[in-house]
């Protein structure tokens, strides 16, 4: 099975400050059909997830541009350029090249 | 827009069935790939399994497997995910979510249905 590591797993963020997250997994993400199958998600307080990133660096429908993803291979990283009050909830990568898992979440509030 | 209701919270004893359902409106169940994901109290999410459209055949986490059965009746739009042997540590928030826009992605997630297991 695929293991996804996140760190942190907890962040403290100033509003209007960046804030970033590392997703780590066991095995390449990378398919041949050349796709990277690696998300992103955010789960608000008391809310299911939602979907931020898709496909490593793709903002989903009515995402604000202040998320961005990037990484290769095994390597991902989540970026929020400038972190506002309702970007607090738990953040978790997914992969899904095979089957699906999710790293552990990684808890982002405001200072 | 699609849009996913679940079934209300149960409370089982351990060693029973639960049956949560899903059902879809603003798409037909046969255009999306339904999967089913939980959350235990304070933690967080497992997927547990769904429909791999390039097979066309229902996948499962091994965690999971021989204990868990996701159906779907397409004549209600209805997803369903049973889980047997219930214990205390299968007492969670069990969601589905479907891939419809972005491939292989979750992108539209149901309320939530507590599960409770509790003698």
């Known amino acids: 099975d695929i293991v996804m590591t996140q760190t942190p797993l907890s962040l403290s963020v100033t509003p209007g400050q960046p804030a970033s997250i590392s997703c780590k997994s066991s095995?390449?993400?990378?398919?041949?059909?050349?796709?990277?199958?690696l998300y992103w998600y955010l789960q608000k307080p008391g809310q299911s997830p939602q979907l931020l990133i898709y496909e490593v660096s793709n903002r989903f429908s009515g995402v604000p541009d202040r998320f961005s993803g990037s990484g290769s291979g095994t390597d991902f990283t989540l970026k929020i350029s400038r972190v506002e009050a309702e970007d607090v909830g738990v953040y978790y990568c997914m992969q899904s090249i095979q089957l699906r898992t999710f790293g552990q979440g990684t808890k982002v509030e405001i200072k | 827009q699609v849009q996913l209701v679940q079934s209300g919270a149960e409370v089982k004893k351990p060693g029973a069935s639960v049956k949560v359902s899903c059902k879809v409106s603003g798409y037909t169940l046969t255009e999306l790939s339904m999967h089913w994901v939980r959350q235990a109290p304070g933690k967080g999410l497992e997927w547990m399994g769904g429909f791999d459209p390039e097979d066309g055949e229902t996948i499962y986490a091994q965690k999971f497997q021989g204990r868990v059965t996701m159906t779907e009746d397409t004549s209600t739009d209805t997803a369903y995910m049973e889980l047997s042997s219930l214990r205390s540590e299968d007492t969670a928030v069990y969601y589905c979510a479907t891939e419809g826009g972005a491939p292989r992605a979750f992108d539209i997630w149901g309320q939530g249905t507590m599960v409770t297991v509790s003698s």
């Open positions: 095995q390449s993400l990378l398919h041949s059909d050349g796709k990277t199958y």
